[in-house]
T-cell receptor
Framework: SQQGEEDPQALSIQEGENATMNCSYK?????LQWYRQNSGRGLVHLIL?????REKHSGRLRVTLDTSKKSSSLLITASRAADTASYFC??????????????FGKGTKLSVKP | KAGVTQTPRYLIKTRGQQVTLSCSPI?????VSWYQQTPGQGLQFLFE???????NKGNFPGRFSGRQFSNSRSEMNVSTLELGDSALYLC????????????FGPGTRLTVL
């Protein structure tokens, strides 16, 4: 079942602009992660933010997490054509013991035009 | 360190057949998870194996099964293939839990005719 819902579904911007993607989820989480996928290939992990964190940075990426609103946002600054890809948020849900898994949203397709 | 590898990369099967996909995790990773990705349903969790035991399972029919070997390599099997099983099957490995950072393989593209 889908938990994360990304918004927008598609985003088209010019090189150099910032791109913001949002993710909303429904249940309690242990962490929230963002992944990138190029043209139906494997996913690449971008960043993980834990439920007790509010903001995290990694290079040109900035992620925020608001657990009261059950939402997160991913900001990519100074976008490049190479950032063109689909971006997925994934919520890390813990069921107890050693059980837990990631639940992915349907993704945002980002197109960065040169 | 070598990444996660999956074989084969592409498969074409017909309805009713069965298929076995293979995944080799990153060295030292003991958790292997499998996901199905389709345009309609997105990325869905199939199951996770850790130390040769299935630790967690998604909501898929019993036609989907898997196993893990002592070297952490994993296989998934789909029996009695249906047209709707056409998808990209992704394998991911991690050091600990399936909700930790996952390292994905390139996927196996399965087409059922």
């Amino acid at each position: 079942s889908q938990q994360g819902e990304e918004d927008p579904q598609a985003l088209s911007i010019q090189e150099g602009e910032n791109a913001t993607m949002n993710c909303s989820y429904k249940t309690s989480i242990n962490n929230l992660q963002w992944y990138r996928q190029n043209s139906g290939r494997g996913l690449v992990h971008l960043i993980l933010i834990r439920s007790n964190e509010r903001e995290k940075h990694s290079g040109r990426l900035r992620v925020t997490l608001d657990t009261s609103k059950k939402s997160s946002s991913l900001l990519i600054t100074a976008s490049r054509a190479a950032d063109t890809a689909s971006y997925f948020c994934a919520t890390g849900v813990y069921y107890g013991g050693s059980q837990g898994n990631l639940i992915f949203g349907k993704g945002t397709k980002l197109s960065v035009k040169p | 360190k070598a990444g996660v590898t999956q074989t084969p990369r592409y498969l074409i099967k017909t309805r009713g057949q069965q298929v076995t996909l293979s995944c080799s995790p990153i060295s030292g990773h003991r958790s292997v998870s499998w996901y199905q990705q389709t345009p309609g349903q997105g990325l869905q969790f199939l199951f996770e194996y850790f130390s040769e035991t299935q630790r967690n399972k998604g909501n898929f029919p019993g036609r989907f099964s898997g196993r893990q070997f002592s070297n952490s390599r994993s296989e998934m099997n789909v029996s009695t293939l249906e047209l709707g099983d056409s998808a990209l099957y992704l394998c991911a490995s991690s050091r600990g839990l399936a909700m930790d950072e996952q390292f994905f393989g390139p996927g196996t593209r399965l087409t059922v005719l």
